[in-house]
């Protein structure tokens, strides 16, 4: 069974414009919500992440969305760059320890 | 410094064979892991230790062994390596706690089975 679901597989979007990737999760017990970048040849690194008791968290042109009641959260890229082309995956945590990631999603922004 | 080092950083290698690919993580994190990333870029776990003790063992060959001499260490030993093994293997370590946490991933090993 799939803790976590993402959409879309793959997004293209021209420069400038903004990246919208979603995740639904099943577990309520989850307790802390992140996203993470990965580019060819290097592991996933961290990007901005989100707890359930908030509803949005913006960091620079990253914002997470986070619908509790719905049980899905979704990763908005704004002024999207050539240089953010990159695998992104939403993950769900559960007791700081069980990581459950998304399938990813393969953002290629156009110049 | 790097966070999450695991060496090599590629391995081929033929069926059959025994290797081991070693992580080392020198953030004082107290859960270490190792993921599978197949060729669709889909990262599965396989292995979490947790100040040396396993808590977490996905439904894995038990080919696959992981191996903690220490708690910075999380070593992925693999017996009789077969062609589906192939795929980019990651260690990652996190500390858990105070409501948030956060996982730090190496570089990988790419294992290519022939």
């Known amino acids: 069974q799939q803790q976590v679901k993402q959409s879309p597989q793959s997004l293209i979007v021209q420069k400038g414009g903004i990246s919208i990737i979603n995740c639904a999760y099943e577990?309520?017990?989850?307790?802390?919500f992140p996203w993470y970048q990965q580019f060819p040849g290097k592991g996933p690194a961290l990007l901005i992440a989100?707890?359930?008791?908030?509803s949005e968290k913006k960091e620079g042109r990253f914002t997470i969305s986070f619908n509790k009641s719905a049980k899905q959260f979704s990763l908005h890229i704004m002024d999207s760059q050539p240089g953010d082309s990159a695998t992104y995956f939403c993950?769900?945590?559960?007791?700081?320890?069980?990581?459950?990631f998304g399938s990813g999603t393969k953002l290629n922004v156009k110049p | 410094d790097t966070a999450v080092s695991q060496t090599p950083k590629y391995l081929v290698t033929q069926m059959g064979n025994d290797k081991s690919i070693k992580c080392e993580q020198n953030?004082?994190?107290?859960?270490m892991y190792w993921y599978k990333q197949d060729s669709k870029k889909f990262l599965k776990i396989m292995f979490s230790?947790?100040?040396?003790?396993?808590?977490i063992n996905e439904t894995v060959p038990n080919r696959f062994s992981p191996k903690s001499p220490d708690k910075a260490h999380l070593n992925l030993h693999i017996n009789s390596l077969e062609l589906g093994d192939s795929a980019v293997y990651f260690c990652?370590?996190?500390?858990?706690?105070?409501?948030?946490?956060?996982?730090?991933f190496g570089q990988g090993t790419r294992l290519t089975v022939v």
């Open positions: 993950a769900s945590i559960y007791n700081f320890t069980k990581f459950y």
């Open positions: 989100i707890r359930p008791d908030v």
């Open positions: 577990n309520t017990a989850f307790d802390y």
């Open positions: 230790y947790n100040n040396k003790e396993l808590i």
């Open positions: 990652a370590s996190s500390q858990g706690g105070q409501g948030r946490t956060e996982a730090f």
């Open positions: 953030l004082g994190h107290d859960t």
